[in-house]
């Protein structure tokens, strides 16, 4: 199906986007920009890695995500004894069959919530990788590809560290955004007493949009234009990470490919048909703050990640401005 050309003043695809967000508004009061973050990197085709302390509304998130998409989905809740043919699945003799028949695992779904993903060991995250990177699962020496859309959404808490497993370089890099959630506001905490005191408002919710219709704003949103000198831009980013004195590990490849992907949704759900440079600084910090290590002695100084981010983007041109090359 041909996707429609993107008009002025709303158009279906803006319109389907609002409408996941304004109901997933309805189960995660005052959480706009982040809600709006997390749909964006659905369409844009990435994972996102939810991070935040016990309690704040990760997991309901990427539930009301799934909820107002008609989809399948599955929730992995990762333990210290989680195997990778549990998200895999596994082969299993059929006895009327005579032969070997593949179970296939939680991870053949279209949304995957792997909740609390850092207390699985590193063998299990990694079980993960191909699915999240290439979009199949490889069991027993056969590829079976994922339909899409397919998105894996990660929670974990920050704080907490007795039996946690880190999440190493390679499967950090693999997540397009990382979404901190944070506390709601005092008005907005009073508003969810009065949603959620008697029941959940999350059982309330319908689906607004079908898999199918997910998978044309993946298609159109990548054909939103992007000029050469805004690509410049964001090569300029990823170069200015590398050569920080302050980074031990600046932002991959990956990186600049993914924060392209995401600025072209935000353009779309805006309703333009271009991207401009407010869309790619906005997306900076979520798209890379995950991937970037601090030096030591950076760390010893108490610098953080966000500040670092923050003084790049502050240094690098931006196209169309006076200190523009």
Known sequence: ?????????????????????????????GKHNEIRLVVQTLVAGGHALVEDVPGVGKTLLAKSLARSIDCTFHRIQFTPDLLPSDLTGVSVWDRERGKFVFRRGPVFSNIVLGDEINRASPKTQAALLEAMEERQVTVD????????????????????????YPLPEAQLDRFMTRVTLGYPARAKELEMLDTHGDHSVFEDI??????????????????????????????????????????????????????????????????????????????????????????PEAQMRAASVSEVLARIAGTVPVPGTLDAR
């Open 206 to 295: 319908e689906p607004v949009v079908g898999a199918a219709e997910v998978v044309e704003m993946v298609q159109h949103a990548s054909t939103v234009h992007m000029a050469p000198e805004l690509k410049g831009y964001l090569v300029d980013l990823a170069e200015a990470t590398r050569a920080d004195p302050d980074l031990l590990l600046g932002s991959s490849p990956r990186s600049t490919l993914y924060l392209q992907r995401a600025a072209r949704v935000r353009a779309a759900a805006s309703g333009r048909t271009y991207v401009t440079p407010d869309d790619v600084k906005a997306l900076i910090a979520p798209t890379l703050s995950h991937r970037i290590i601090l030096r």
């Open 1 to 29: 199906m041909t996707a429609e050309p993107i008009e002025s003043g709303g158009s279906w695809f803006t319109e389907r986007f609002d409408a996941i967000v304004a109901n997933i508004e309805r189960v995660i009061q």
């Open 141 to 164: 020496g056969i590829t079976r590809t994922l339909e899409p859309p397919f998105m894996v959404i990660a929670t974990q808490n920050p704080i907490e560290h007795e039996g946690t």
